[in-house]
């Protein structure tokens, strides 16, 4: 897909987002409503953030898991028209079916040719009940995993941090550990439009090559104070 503007065309290159979102039984209350309430708040500066780059031709998928996972979104929704349906929670953590999953629509017959390196947010507040390590081992043989730029939010101290880590998978890049509703607000926020940015520069994703890039780091957690839940 091509536009007509001064100085020539300019190429739309398609850039997958992923949501991988926990929805098991520990979720439950304010943890569940939050999230709902920051992807919803996100959504509009979401669309700002992927308009400023004519580059890129944003399609967002969102994936649930707790036992089993569940694909909101049957096929890739291009952004603009991508809503926000609440969430809800029940059973256990099958991260590793997740990923199992999320391996098999990053496969290459399963993405665009010419796409940019996708996008995948993981938000988890607590640990795997199931074989997370073939999980993992499933989405980084898939090329467009390993070019994946991978970021994790953790909610609260249960979070598996170590998991976290071992999916993203970059010695610059640490979890985002939400200790408030606020800080998740901000952690979404800025995984859908901070790094959704940097993914989607025309000037370091040249076609066919690996994404060898550093997101920016995210901007400091509000300070928590007394008056403010913490999970």
Do not use: C
Not at 149 to 156: E, K, L, P, Q, T
Not at 169 to 187: C, K, S
Request: charged share 20%; no cysteine.
């Amino acid at each position: 897909m091509t536009s007509d503007l001064p100085g020539g065309a300019i190429s739309h290159r398609p850039l997958r987002f992923f949501w991988m979102l926990d929805v098991s039984g520990s979720m439950a209350g304010q943890k569940i409503g939050q999230l709902n309430h920051a992807i919803r708040e996100a959504l509009p500066e979401m669309v700002a953030s992927a308009d400023e780059n004519p580059h890129a031709a944003v399609e967002v998928r969102a994936m649930t898991f707790s036992t089993g996972y569940r694909w909101m979104t049957p096929r890739p929704v291009p952004l603009a028209d991508f809503s926000w349906a609440d969430v809800s929670v029940s059973g256990i953590t099958d991260m590793g079916a997740a990923m199992k999953a999320m391996a098999a629509e990053l496969s290459v017959d399963n993405m665009p040719e010419r796409g940019l390196p996708p996008v995948i947010v993981l938000v988890s507040d607590g640990q795997p009940t199931d074989d997370i390590d073939s999980g993992l081992r499933a989405l980084m043989d898939q090329p467009w995993g390993k070019r994946a730029i991978r970021i994790a939010i953790g909610i609260g101290p249960d979070a598996d941090l170590d998991v976290l880590r071992q999916f993203i998978a970059h010695p610059e890049i640490e979890p985002l550990t939400a200790r408030n509703p606020r800080d998740l607000v901000q952690f979404i926020k800025y995984a859908s439009t901070t790094v959704l940015k940097s993914a989607s520069s025309p000037a370091s994703q040249p076609v066919g090559t690996q994404f060898l890039g550093t997101p920016p780091p995210p901007p400091p957690p509000p300070t928590t104070s007394a008056e403010d839940l913490v999970w």
